[in-house]
């Protein structure tokens, strides 16, 4: 039986302090190369994937931004994009009238690039862009019209909860939503995705990919439940929400305890 094990990255397989701890990467360093098919669902772009999982050596494509692309682990190349269709724009208009101006992903130009309007920022997404400065895609712009431009595959609002709720409800049906807490600045985010782009879609379109018949995955948050849906075996850390945890076919240690890894050598040792 061939098995395809996928992690989620933030408060799964990294610590507290956005790192892969050297055990852990030892542990999977060592099981991939020894051919178990290995890789992770995030959030997150390739880019500061990467950067927080320097050293780790993945055996199968990657999943990022919950879902919305599965991309070569080695070449980067994009296997699967799944991107917002043009009626994205009736979105935008009524997050507008809200007073929400969020954080735009798009192809521009072959490029991949966010966007924002400086003057519009929140506290939230002020934290967000420090935490980014210095990246490549970062595109300050001055107007909608500017911010809305290109390829769109993803928005992420950061703002109250008082207004981000009833967009969350109004557009939770049609679109990928996901409605969380950060779990490191402890804002409020409300991110929306294509109907496709989700990282059970992904995780199901990466098992065909691999050519396995068992997928295993591990997660913490409310973003890792649909994947926890389309797994044959699914796996909540100690420090998960409780959605998770009630999902999970068994709880494993924390994020913090290479917990993942442990389980992972667990398995190959059976």
Not at 135 to 155: A, H, P, Q
Request: include cysteine.
């Amino acid at each position: 039986m061939k098995t395809l094990y996928v992690s989620d990255l933030d408060g799964t397989l990294l610590t507290s302090s956005q790192t892969v701890s050297s055990e852990t990467k030892r542990i999977i360093n060592h099981l991939t190369s020894q051919g178990m098919r290995f890789s992770y669902a995030t959030a997150r772009s390739v880019l500061t994937a990467g950067k927080v999982t320097e050293g780790l050596v993945m055996s199968a494509p990657l999943i990022v931004y919950n879902g919305a692309f599965i991309v070569h682990h080695e070449t980067g190349e994009i296997l699967r994009a799944n991107y917002f269709e043009a009626d994205v724009m009736e979105v935008f208009t009524d997050l507008f009238s809200c007073g929400v101006f969020p954080i735009v992903y798009s192809r521009i130009g072959g490029s991949e690039k966010f966007s924002f309007i400086k003057e519009k920022t929140t506290r939230g997404m002020d934290l967000f862009l420090e935490s980014r400065k210095g990246d490549v895609r970062t595109r300050s712009v001055d107007t909608t019209e500017d911010l809305v431009r290109g390829n769109c595959f993803y928005i992420t609002c950061i703002d109250e909860p008082e207004k981000l709720q009833p967009l969350f409800e109004k557009y939770k049906e049609k679109y990928h939503c996901v409605y969380s807490k950060d779990m490191y600045t402890k804002e409020q985010w409300f991110e929306i995705m294509p109907k496709t782009a989700s990282k059970s879609n992904a995780v199901l379109q990466l098992k065909q990919l691999m050519g396995c018949d068992r997928l295993v995955v591990f997660g913490d948050g409310e973003n890792d439940l649909d994947m926890f849906a389309a797994a044959d075996e699914c796996y909540a850390v100690k420090n998960a929400v409780r959605e998770c945890k009630e999902k999970a076919t068994a709880v494993i240690g924390s994020h913090e305890e290479d917990a993942v890894a442990k389980w992972l050598q667990t398995e190959a040792e059976w």
